[in-house]
């Protein structure tokens, strides 16, 4: 990651974190991502500027009605990608988090891509290794889990043929 790059994370990071801010990126960011993912089939996301950015394709947990979530991801070095259910510090849950606990077989589009995958709860000594990771791509990440009152889900997504994400 290039220092400027950083550099940027660090400045805009705790901006992110504002109730003003939360309201706002929960408001207009997701249907502002669907358009431009539309538009460009997949891809290009605006979060991406800032940070690895996916869209996560998942089946709802009760509807059965396919479902669609972009979402920030960070690479575990292995060739999975770590996502957090942090609901920009929100009381509930995100719904795609209920997805994947229904139905773990997914896809995900990264860069245009897309992909199977299979999802995996993060739980025990694997969910601070995880924060920790995800900390050092976003800082202070974690405060969204904090500030909400809740224990955010995190998942592995594994890609069902072996690929670097």
Not at 94 to 115: C, S, Y
Request: proline share 7%; glycine share 8%; no cysteine.
């Amino acid at each position: 990651m290039s220092r400027a790059l950083e550099v940027v994370r660090a400045a805009v990071a705790p901006l992110t974190r504002t109730g003003w801010f939360r309201r706002f990126a929960t408001g207009v960011l997701p249907p502002v991502e669907r358009f431009v993912a539309t538009v460009t089939r997949g891809r290009i996301q605006l979060t991406s500027i800032l940070v690895p950015s996916l869209t996560l394709h998942t089946i709802g947990a009760k509807s059965g009605e396919p479902r669609d979530a972009p979402l920030m991801y960070t690479a575990d070095g292995h060739g999975r990608a770590l996502v957090a259910g942090t609901n920009w510090a929100g009381a509930q849950h995100p719904g795609w988090t209920a997805n994947l606990l229904a139905h773990p077989d997914a896809e995900i589009t990264v860069r245009g891509r897309r992909m199977a995958v299979r999802a995996t709860l993060v739980t025990g000594a694997e969910r601070e290794a995880a924060w920790r990771i995800m900390e050092a791509q976003w800082p202070d990440y974690r405060e969204y889990e904090r500030d909400s009152g809740r224990t955010a889900r995190i998942f592995v997504l594994q890609p069902v043929r072996p690929s670097e994400i």
